[in-house]
């Protein structure tokens, strides 16, 4: 039996959910707590591996405090901006670093930083970094 790979709209939300959840310091528990599931369906939701009906988005968007329009922001080609035009997406590795809790730690820390040539010399910094270990080094 073949499993059934996630939309990739599904998947996106989810990460969306994800990322907000973590802006706002929530757990998975928490979260479901406030929706009357459990963590368990809440990771589903995160993952795509499960859809989220229309009523869930508007209660999801109520409690993490962001307009329904947030979950759906920069997703995949065919996904509908507050405008009603089609957005173009950004990278996936780019949603997928900003839903993890380090990506959201130094995205927060480097925007603090007010200094432009301090935030240039880290991006250096990191280049540097990055081309030393080589894209196949993780």
Known sequence: M?????NPVDK???SRVRMRRI???MSQEKLGEALGLTFQQVQKYEKGTNRV???RIQQISEILQVPVSF????GPSGTINAEGFNEGSSPAYVSDFLATSEGL?????FTRITDAKLRRSIVDLVEQIATREGPDKR
Do not use: I, Q
């Not at 073949?2 to 996630?6: C, E, W």
């Not at 979950?71 to 920069?74: K, Q």
């Not at 730690?105 to 820390?109: D, F, H, N």
């Open 53 to 55: 009906g229309a009523s």
């Open 12 to 14: 996106y939300v989810g």
């Open 71 to 74: 979950l759906f922001e920069g």
């Open 105 to 109: 730690a130094l995205t927060r820390a």
């Open 23 to 25: 802006m706002l310091g």
């Open 2 to 6: 073949s499993t059934k790979a996630p």
